[in-house]
């Protein structure tokens, strides 16, 4: 018998573009800001892994969208 790991992914999306993404895994929800090569950390839940991108965008940005991919 073999387990099966399902992963899922939300990208985030500001006015110009991909801003970062969210990976969900075993470990919990992977945050990942566009152009950066480590991820910033993994959190325990979607809204968390949410605010954690929109709290490393420039002072003032609009909460980006998140589209599962």
Same mark, same amino acid.
């Given at each position: ?6 992963? &899922? /992914?939300? %990208? ?17 929800? @992977? ?7 480590? &991820? /910033?950390? %993994? ?17 003032? @940005? ?8």
């Amino acid at each position: 018998m073999s387990d099966t790991v399902t992963k &899922r /992914l939300w %990208v985030a999306y500001g006015p110009n573009g991909v801003v970062g993404k969210i990976q969900q895994d075993a470990e919990g929800y @992977s945050v990942h800001m566009a152009g950066k090569d480590e &991820r /910033l950390g %993994v959190y325990p839940s979607m809204e968390i892994a949410k605010n954690a991108v929109h709290a490393h965008l420039k002072p003032g @940005s609009d909460r980006p969208e998140f589209r599962e991919h």
